[in-house]
Nanobody, 124 residues
Framework: QVQLVESGGGLVQAGGSLRLSCAAS????????MGWFRQAPGKEREFVAA????????AYVDSVKGRFTISRDNVKTTVYLQMISLKREDTAVYYC?????????????????WGQGTQVTVSS
């Protein structure tokens, strides 16, 4: 059974930092592309970042470029999202997702497995 478990969310002031983690089990982690998505109240789920199976390629939505960094540890079967200079508009539930294949994708429909999400709230 595949499980993706996010952690690291919380309440932070604008300008602060958080590091999200997503621990994966039940799948051959090293052959999956991993992604982070987020969903704010009343909005659709939005792509945030993705990383290829070996970590050589990453992709980000424009609004987080230069502030967020996605990384992975294939030994620990964990993907991370380091977030700095957080803004109120980053407030959302953050989900990690796994996609079979070597190519990173920005479309949530192409991901096979999802975590339950972790809440990130940025206050002014």
């Amino acid at each position: 059974q595949v499980q993706l478990v996010e952690s690291g969310g919380g309440l932070v002031q604008a300008g602060g930092s958080l590091r999200l983690s997503c621990a994966a089990s039940g799948l051959t982690f090293s052959v999956y592309t991993m992604g982070w998505f987020r969903q704010a109240p009343g909005k659709e789920r939005e792509f945030v970042a993705a990383i290829s199976w070996r970590g050589g390629k990453t992709a980000y939505v424009d609004s987080v470029k230069g502030r967020f960094t996605i990384s992975r540890d294939n030994v620990k079967t964990t993907v991370y999202l380091q977030m700095i200079s957080l803004k109120r508009e980053d407030t959302a539930v953050y989900y990690c997702a796994a996609r079979g294949g070597v190519v990173a994708s920005t479309s949530p429909n192409t991901y096979d497995y999802w975590g339950q999400g972790t809440q990130v709230t940025v206050s002014s």
